[in-house]
């Protein structure tokens, strides 16, 4: 064979090799993709709900708490929490005695355990956590509505149906507490502060305030309501003398 005619023959064979290469692409094209690969970019992101339902005001002697409540996800839970708070649900206190009407539930009441790190519990008549209104409602578990984010309003419990008056606010993610506690309100990120410095005030071996930490007054506020106005600080305590006639006593410790 001479130069030119192999010349020849190479120009022919690489284009019909070309084509022969092209061909087999569009089937390669079509073949299943492996199962390993990762979802599409455009594939739905889980989100968790939104609060909206009235908020919750709970003016303490540390500050004020303010919650806004899951009333889709937690219908029974808030509704509970509203007509305690306003006096429009009755109930009876643990000790017995005649079922309380029109008398609001929370006014007046301490955060009686407190963790910090953790979490500030209310809501106890007899205040050791033993408490309740005299029934128990269902939990309100929504898979969607975790503890993964500090600032959650829950409702307490002593197992599985059993919530009643005591609630709970954590200062962090739990995911610990997921499927266990009815969540019904998210609380805002001054809220989280505030819980923050109640659960680092003075406690003894059960986790209670030495120095109580008292719910002054509860508020519920509807969507156009005005929020209350901020309560009244308590005056400025006078100085003390340089010196007193007769030492005073310390006052004494209460214990559970």
């Not at 309100?185 to 505030?194: K, M, P």
Request: hydrophobic letters at 35%; glycine letters at 8%; charged letters at 15%.
């Amino acid at each position: 064979m001479t130069r030119r005619n192999c010349r020849r023959t190479l120009s022919l064979s690489l284009p019909l090799a070309l084509c022969a290469a092209l061909a087999a692409v569009p089937a390669l094209a079509q073949s299943a993709p492996p199962a390993d690969l990762p979802d599409a970019p455009t594939a739905s992101v889980k989100t968790e709900p939104v609060p909206t339902g009235p908020t919750v005001v709970i003016d303490t002697s540390m500050g004020r708490l303010t919650c806004k409540t899951f009333d889709k996800q937690a219908s029974n839970a808030v509704a509970n929490f509203i007509g305690l708070a306003e006096g429009t649900k009755d109930w009876t206190a643990t000790s017995g005695g005649p079922k309380q009407h029109g008398k609001r539930f929370y006014d007046g009441l301490t955060f009686h355990r407190v963790i910090p790190g953790f979490m500030v519990q209310a809501g106890d008549t007899v205040g050791d956590g033993t408490g309740d209104p005299g029934y128990y409602l269902n939990d309100e578990i929504d898979p969607a509505l975790t503890f993964s984010v500090p600032g959650r309003l829950a409702m307490a419990n002593s197992g599985p149906n059993t919530n009643g008056s005591q609630f709970f606010i954590t200062e962090n993610a739990v995911d610990e507490l997921n499927g266990k506690y009815t969540i019904f309100g998210q609380c805002d990120a001054h809220t989280v502060l505030l819980v923050a410095s109640i659960a680092r005030v003075q406690r003894d071996g059960n986790d209670k305030p030495r120095t109580p930490v008292v719910i002054h007054r509860v508020t519920i506020v509807r969507d156009g309501q005005p929020m209350p106005p901020d309560p009244t600080p308590p005056p400025a305590a006078s100085p003390a003398p340089a010196a007193s006639p007769t030492p005073s006593t310390p006052p004494a410790l209460t214990s559970l």
